[in-house]
């Protein structure tokens, strides 16, 4: 795997690479630690909220909580098997130091467990010398409001800070002595083999200075409780095959990733990430799309997470049921469906990449695909675990309906353009899919339906599609009717069943798309050369390529898969987390980060690696 190596920042303002941060999570809200030690992403209470901790979109003015030791020579990290729980080890010039971050397991996460009274959510940090001794810093600067707001902070005593503005409240604690100072948090010292510091924030959910008692014990007792939990959920996972270990940190990411109150998962932890260094392509992540929906169900099925899927599918439910018209491409975490996108000119953006961004407004566009996977969310529930509520039939039959009347109208397509409205081959099968999906479970469980007319509905569009879709010419499925672009969505279209990957129309778009648009280490971009109403321009998509991965092994080019997989997971960070994105010329992370939609495909991939692998055998 592609390793990066520590980078010791400095007062110069550098930004670390993204693939230099690890996860934190207590499925509420999630925290992004650096390699230096650096917590510069966090947002409270929820992975939506405002940001307390920030400079990784701002490095002058968003806030931050560093714990480490001086004289760094070399950085190592890792997480504790099995868990969510981050160790980096520190080689300084005079000892060793192992950092352990976690946030503890909340107590709406673990309704098995008894509240602990006055238990709040936290960032916890345990830094301990593990031979020679080692001198330590503690930084804990607050910055609210994604960095607009600076708090006033204060000392309650030697050992514990407060700090308030707008509407929200830090409280900090450490072991060591804190002095305060330019409205942040300090704390130095030194450390012997054996000795530790402890030190954590929490949020404070109210205007109050009252703040939760902690000591070494506490947090010591959370971390063990955070361990286990992790550790226990980790164990549920049936899958045994090929890189396992890789796919149970995938998995352990979109747990993390999950809101625990909800059952909805995030597309990514974080807001405007660049899907190019300097570019305006920065959007929130921070919300649910439809879409996930039928990759997230499939991906914890197969790994035996049916509480997850279960949990999900009610959030899926919930949220999209009422008026068919009214389905949404994307919700908050609880359904909410106004997501009102603001940018925040104050801030610099990452390395320079402006505008960021607040909210997201493609949750206002017509994408026809939506409808397609909701029906084959229902499908793929019915599969592994049988049954079909009555009243949500009745919802998805009005889906249906609504594919039927609509189907032949231009939408602003998977990649949520913003240059006008096409009609998209992608979107044209996901509504065949739609009525296949509806006629299947209606076939299954004895449903009613017009079957009779979904049947021929569902011919009608294949017809259209082959017809419009297909350039002869060309030798492809393009992107839209009348265009002559390539889409490295129409690698779908064997996977959800619309075409064999090995009937000639197909094979050939799949050898288009290897031809031109792939990097030379063989990396897929979504699509080139095209007005999509957006400046700038963007790098891989790490999707796209293990969807290819997908099609050669439906092919029966399982070496050439394996080969282009192992490429793509060389592109994890040393911790097994992927962005969204990466760029073909420097290697370099790009997009929001840790991205779910990514860490589903590779869950994908790789299961369908190891069944090939079992076929040949």
């Not at 031109?516 to 321009?537: C, F, H, I, N, W």
Request: glycine content about 10%.
């Amino acid at each position: 795997m592609v390793r990066h190596m520590a980078n010791e920042l400095t007062d110069a303002g550098l930004y670390p690479p993204i693939a230099d941060y690890g996860l934190i999570s207590d499925m509420h809200s999630c925290a992004l630690v650096s390699r230096a030690g650096s917590v510069d992403w966090c947002c409270f209470p929820h992975f939506d909220s405002a940001a307390v901790f920030g400079r990784v979109l701002d490095w002058r003015k968003g806030g931050y909580f560093r714990v480490a030791p001086r004289g760094v020579q070399s950085v190592s990290r890792r997480y504790l098997p099995g868990t969510n729980v981050l160790e980096t080890t520190f080689q300084t010039d005079t000892g060793v130091a192992r950092l352990t971050d976690f946030m503890p397991v909340h107590p709406h996460s673990r309704p098995d467990k008894p509240r602990e009274v006055g238990c709040r959510q936290q960032v916890a940090r345990i830094l301990e010398c593990a031979s020679g001794n080692v001198r330590f810093n503690v930084e804990c600067c607050p910055r609210f409001d994604y960095g607009t707001i600076v708090p006033h902070a204060a000392l309650n005593d030697p050992h514990i800070g407060f700090a308030h503005g707008g509407a929200g409240a830090l409280s900090v604690y450490c072991s060591a002595p804190l002095c305060e100072a330019d409205d942040a948090f300090q704390s130095e010292g030194l450390l012997r083999a054996g000795e530790k510091l402890s030190t954590a924030v929490t949020y404070q959910a109210r205007f109050s200075h009252a703040v939760e008692e902690l000591d070494e014990v506490r947090l010591e007792r959370r971390l063990g409780e955070t361990i286990q939990f992790w550790q226990e959920w980790s164990a549920l996972c049936t899958y045994d095959g090929e890189y396992r270990d890789d796919v149970l940190r995938s998995a352990l990411t979109l747990k993390a990733l999950t809101y625990a109150p909800s059952g909805a998962l995030l597309a990514a932890a974080t807001t405007s990430l660049p899907e190019a260094i300097g570019g305006s392509r920065n959007w929130d992540y921070r919300f649910t799309w439809i879409r996930d929906a039928t990759f997230a169900l499939y991906a914890l099925f197969i790994l035996g997470y049916t509480g997850e899927a279960r949990a999900f599918k009610d959030w899926l439910e919930w949220s999209t049921v009422g008026r068919a018209r009214d389905l949404q491409i994307m919700y908050g975490l609880g359904g909410e469906r106004r997501l009102t996108e603001i940018e925040l000119p104050e801030l610099e953006g990452y390395r320079g990449s402006r505008p960021v961004r607040v909210g997201n407004a493609a949750y206002s566009q017509f994408q026809l695909d939506i409808y397609g996977e909701v029906l084959d969310s229902a499908h793929l529930y019915r599969k592994f675990v049988g049954g079909m509520d009555p009243q949500y039939w009745q919802y998805l039959q009005r889906v249906v309906d609504f594919v039927i009347e609509h189907w032949r109208e231009p939408d602003e397509g998977v990649w949520e353009t913003r240059g006008g409205r096409q009609h998209f081959v992608f979107s044209k099968v996901w509504c065949w899919v739609a009525l296949d999906r509806a006629i299947k479970a209606a076939r299954a469980l004895g449903l009613p339906g017009d079957v009779e007319c979904w049947r021929r509905v569902r011919a009608e569009i294949r017809e259209d599609v082959l017809a419009k879709g297909y350039d002869a010419r060309r030798g492809a499925f393009v992107q839209a009717y009348g265009s002559n672009a390539l889409d490295a969505a129409n690698l779908m279209l064997p996977l959800v069943g619309f075409i064999p990957a090995d009937d000639p129309r197909m094979r050939s778009t799949i050898e288009a798309i290897e031809r031109e648009l792939t990097s030379p280490q063989g990396l897929v971009y979504r699509y080139k050369g095209l007005d999509d109403g957006l400046a700038g321009g963007e790098g891989t998509f790490t999707i796209c390529t293990f969807w290819l991965v997908d099609d050669l092994i439906a092919l029966g080019e399982t070496q050439r898969a394996r080969a282009l997989f192992e490429r793509v997971r060389g592109h994890a960070n040393d911790l097994g987390l992927f962005s969204e994105e990466i760029d073909a010329e420097t290697g370099e992370m790009l997009g929001n980060f840790p991205q779910a939609f990514t860490h589903l495909a590779f869950i994908n991939a790789a299961v369908q690696l190891h069944k090939a692998a079992g076929r040949e055998r």
